[in-house]
């Protein structure tokens, strides 16, 4: 189950840093531009487009997805413990939110942001009674373009040219650069926990 959407970006970002917190990776492919995973094997049954209160109690998940939705919702450590009920033993929940307060801009206020992470904020909003098993930055040359436009620009939103520059032009750079800094900086943090019980 995903809340809210996944850009291609965002689905091969997350495989790529943890493809091992997946039994089988052939279970996901993208889809298109709007929650576009669609899982049709044995390890993730729903595809789900909404968020987890209209599902009922007994309604269970293989996988919930959280891609830049978190940061939206007021209360996040109570949507987490919904979530962690709404997991099947050895299921998983996946957090990519964006990081670090003192990034936070204008348009971060315009698309309804409440916080940006850090990796310990993050974590002390972690359900109790599921294993961490990955808490990373990634993008780390995005902290750059950010704190740019922190001190610079302070626009509100990106344009169609700024953002094709940076898939295009800017993306591949980050990667490398999240591996030379072991994900220990970015504009992003991850976050994966596993139910065990």
Not at 33 to 38: D, G, R, T, Y
Not at 130 to 149: H, P, Q
Request: net charge positive.
């Amino acid at each position: 189950m995903a809340v809210g959407h996944l850009t291609k970006f965002q689905f091969e970002t997350i495989l790529f840093a943890q493809k091992e917190s997946f039994s089988n990776m052939s279970d996901f492919q993208y889809m298109g531009s709007e929650l576009e995973i669609f899982a049709h094997a044995r390890h993730w049954k729903s595809y789900v487009h909404s968020q987890l209160r209209p599902y009922g109690p007994q309604e269970t998940f293989d996988t919930i997805l959280y891609i830049d939705v978190l940061e939206h919702i007021k209360e996040d450590k109570e949507e987490l413990v919904m979530a962690a009920r709404r997991l099947k033993t050895n299921g998983v929940i996946v957090v990519l939110a964006p990081a670090f307060p003192w990034l936070y801009t204008p348009f971060d206020a315009a698309i309804g942001h409440f916080r940006r992470y850090t990796r310990n904020s993050l974590r002390a909003v972690a359900p109790q009674g599921l294993r961490e098993e990955k808490c990373i930055y990634l993008d780390a040359f995005g902290v750059l373009a950010s704190a740019g436009n922190l001190v610079f620009l302070q626009a509100s939103k990106a344009s169609a040219r700024q953002m094709r520059f940076w898939d295009n032009c800017l993306v591949p750079i980050s990667r490398f650069m999240d591996y030379v800094l072991a994900f220990s900086l970015g504009r992003s943090v991850l976050a994966i926990w596993r139910k065990t019980l």
